[in-house]
């Protein structure tokens, strides 16, 4: 069974910054892509950051310039730094990895964590 664990969320004022992380464990063979979507009360979910199994970052025209996702493939873990935050940045945090390959041969599948709260005020 494949788990996300996101973690780092909490109480920040706004120009604060917080760092959030999601490890995935389970007997996994490879994740294509892994990112980050959050949702605010009353909102749909949204897509916030995503970076590639080749590197590649792309982030939502709200959050860039002010946040920054990482990886360490070695460990299955994605990192997003969060600076300068803001107000309208106060949500859960989801952790995403599409694409995961828990056989060999077989189908990848997507897995979600069950969230972080990021709550950002003075």
């Known amino acids: 069974q494949v788990q996300l664990v996101e973690s780092g969320g909490g109480l920040v004022q706004p120009g604060g910054s917080l760092r959030l992380s999601c490890a995935a464990s389970?007997?996994?063979?490879?994740?294509?892509?892994m990112g980050w979507y959050h949702q605010a009360p009353g909102k749909e979910r949204e897509w916030v950051a995503t970076?590639?199994?080749?590197?590649?970052?792309n982030y939502a025209d709200s959050v860039k310039g002010r946040f920054t996702i990482s990886r360490d493939n070695a460990k299955n873990t994605v990192y997003l730094q969060m600076n300068s935050l803001k107000p309208e940045d106060t949500a859960v945090y989801y952790c995403?990895?599409?694409?995961?390959?828990?056989?060999?041969?077989?189908?990848?599948?997507?897995?979600w964590g069950k969230g972080t709260l990021v709550t950002v005020s003075s």
């Open positions: 995403n990895a599409k694409g995961v390959l828990t056989r060999p041969w077989d189908v990848a599948k997507d897995y």
């Open positions: 389970g007997r996994i063979f490879g994740i294509d892509a």
């Open positions: 970076i590639t199994s080749g590197g590649t970052t």
